[in-house]
């Protein structure tokens, strides 16, 4: 494997601590991955500079609750019970929160390298375009939308960009491996906010 390197490798070989031997997702594998794909939102430039605020933040959030009592919020979800408990699930700075909208972040961004890999012939800004339609867009007011919508036109080269990511390793079979390892996770998160009834929260 020396040699052989892209941008998602780290990310890959993170997600085999995701989850516990008993199937719980866990709080800091899950986060860390999440971080891990940071420098690829960092090669998309100016158009993805509110994606990377958001991610960066809502990461920042959940993690310095997990801090406070690594043991105690090892789960994932252990944070988003306790504040069901606390009944301060809706609040804007609540952990469940800042899980539901990095969920959809990432969903975002698997659906963008899905794109990616599916129209070869579409430009960075329409392969952008048409996955923030089908992730972000129906839980964002006209005002975030407008920004989102405005971003997207600083979108990248799409071959520079391509070329930036790749590293020594083949970037299309990582973004592959990470589009099909990676959407699980997010699927049951999906799963967990909806069945406590938090799935379907917008944008204040």
Known sequence: MEGQWTVFTPSLEG?????????EMLTKPFLDCCKLILPVIDKFGAAMTLVKTDVGGNISR???????????????YSMVEEEIQ?????????????????????????????????????TMSQACTDSYSKTLKMFHGWLASSSFTVAMKLAPD???FMEVIAGSGDVCA????????FSPFLEENHKFLASVGLDGMKAS
């Open 15 to 23: 997600m085999k601590f995701i989850k516990s031997e008993g199937g």
């Open 62 to 76: 959940l993690e310095s609750k997990y801090m406070t009592n690594p043991s105690k919020y090892n789960q994932l």
């Open 86 to 122: 606390a009944k301060t699930t809706k609040s804007s700075s609540s952990c469940t929160n800042g899980l539901l909208w990095l969920t959809r972040a990432m969903d975002f961004l698997v659906e963008l390298f899905r794109n990616l890999l599916a129209h070869p012939d579409w």
């Open 158 to 160: 799409r071959k520079k």
């Open 174 to 181: 990582d973004m592959e491996k990470f589009c099909a390892a």
